[in-house]
């Protein structure tokens, strides 16, 4: 039996197969007949205002020979893609098997229900003879351009902005309840100045958050025409038109989209390659978290809550792994890799077209959806830790020489002010703890052997490893 003969067709990538239940929101979106429901969305969209003029000039056509539409009319073209279910998707199939172009048929796919509109209508109808509407002075390249800036940009907003947005929402929540909680720091993988861990996931949630202010003014940018960027054709067929205003329209306020003036046959794609670069940026912060999580996972920092009935490991029964951590990361990777080349491959293109940017841009969900992959792990793998308060307590306990830098500091202060014996604070410091364990005895004795003023002395024999965070637990209120 070969896999290739079994229906439905088996999935090529895991993003269809296995994950297919966690990237599915995408499908709306970013596969191909989605792309083509937009780009039906924008034909008949162009027809309309063609047919019906805009603002001032509402229902004055601006193409002469053409009735304006009535209500019932765009209500009629605007279901067309409203309607583009499995049976259309296979009907377009039918059209683009003989045209080998998938703009080409949307065109035909557009003038079958245009041949079906007066039996659906029970009526004549201008729209039986609007066929040579469909596509007017248009270039592919425009109908593409604009579906897909408003594919991509639903998508970021529907879809990859709602669900990294929970995992900001859920590391602030944890930030403030574990605000106060002290924690050893390591740096450079050795016990240093002590933080919180609520401050910790603050930097992160901190971090992200200026991200999701880079994303909500992301410009998605969308051009109309014709084939070098010049109206040639619009102009050739109506010169009495002011085609600029009217291209300016119909991007601007039918499209939702920015308009952008000056291109080629293609739009430039420089949006996409920010909006890409920052998701790709967005990615390796959440893979430092991932990474982090992972490690204090490792550490003992957090414990794992186990999931009734899952196998941690298949030959050892006590471990609970942190896949979900080490998952996110893979995808990450994965996401990165593949925006990273939409970005170096979409903002170049041979003289007015070459089709490079085609073939790559089909593999904008595969990026987005390895993104949410990966958020999908993130956040379910974060849900499932707690602190382990216990353990953190005893390793700042054993870690007392992290008091160094404070009373150091101290020492220099006292250095300043002229009280003797405090010459060289680091050197003196460093003498009694680099390389010792050092106890609380020993820190109390130290201090107590030095020409401390009253108050100094208190404060530095009151402080421990656990209280020595600074205003870490205070930092946590600048998320916001």
């Known amino acids: 039996m070969k896999l290739t003969d079994i229906s439905p067709a088996i999935a090529l990538t895991p993003l269809d197969g296995r994950y297919h239940n966690q990237t599915s929101a995408l499908v709306e979106y970013l596969s191909e007949p989605a792309l083509n429901r937009e780009r039906m969305r924008v034909e008949v969209e162009w027809m309309i205002l063609l047919a019906n003029g805009y603002e001032a000039n509402q229902f004055q056509p601006i193409v002469k020979g053409v009735n304006p539409l009535t209500d019932e009319e765009c209500s009629y073209l605007r279901s067309i893609p409203e309607n583009f279910d499995a049976e259309g998707i296979a009907r377009h199939a039918a059209h683009e098997a003989i045209t080998h172009h998938d703009v080409k048929a949307v065109e035909y796919y557009i003038d079958d229900a245009l041949d079906e509109a007066e039996n659906k209508l029970g009526r004549a109808t201008e729209l039986s003879n ?61 016990p240093a100045t002590p933080t919180t861990l609520g401050k910790e996931l603050a ?197 007392w020489e992290v008091l160094g830098e404070p009373i150091q500091t101290a020492m220099r202060a006292e250095e300043i002010a002229g009280v003797p014996g405090m010459e060289r604070p680091y050197e003196q410091v460093k003498e009694l703890m680099r390389g010792h364990h050092i106890s609380q005895s020993d820190v109390e004795e130290f201090i107590k052997s030095r020409n401390f003023d009253a108050n100094t002395a208190a404060r530095l024999q009151a402080m421990t490893p656990e209280s020595y965070t600074g205003f870490a637990s205070q930092l946590v209120d600048f998320i916001d």
């Open 130 to 190: 609007l066929k040579t509407l469909v596509h007017f002075s248009c270039t592919s390249e425009d109908i593409n351009n604009l579906s897909i800036a408003r594919c991509v940009k639903q998508a970021v907003l529907n879809v990859y902005r709602p669900n990294l947005e929970a995992i900001v929402d859920y590391l602030v929540k944890n930030a403030n309840e574990y605000r106060d909680l002290s924690m050893l720091s390591l740096t450079h993988g050795q």
């Open 203 to 399: 930097v992160f949630a901190y971090r992200l958050r200026r991200q999701l202010r880079h994303l909500d003014t992301q410009e998605y940018l969308g051009k109309l025409n014709g084939a070098t960027g010049t109206f040639g054709a619009h102009l050739a067929a109506f010169p009495e038109v002011d085609w600029i205003s009217v291209s300016q329209e119909f991007v601007e306020n039918r499209m939702g989209l920015q308009w952008n003036p000056l291109t080629t046959q293609i739009e430039s794609h420089d949006w996409q390659a920010e909006l890409y670069s920052t998701v790709s940026h967005i990615n390796h912060i959440l893979h430092n978290l991932a990474v982090d999580v992972w490690m204090y996972i490792s550490r003992g920092i957090f414990v794992q809550v186990p999931v009734k009935g899952a196998t941690g490991s298949s030959t050892m029964p006590h471990k609970v792994n942190p896949i979900r951590f080490e998952n996110a990361e893979a995808n990450l990777e994965i996401s990165c890799s593949l925006f990273d080349t939409l970005c170096a491959t979409l903002t170049e293109s041979r003289w007015q077209r070459d089709l490079t940017d085609s073939t790559t841009q089909r593999n904008v969900g595969s990026a987005f959806g390895y993104a949410l992959l990966a958020l999908n792990n993130l956040l379910g793998g974060l849900k499932s830790i707690h602190p382990n308060k216990e353990f953190m307590a005893k390793e700042l306990d054993e870690n």
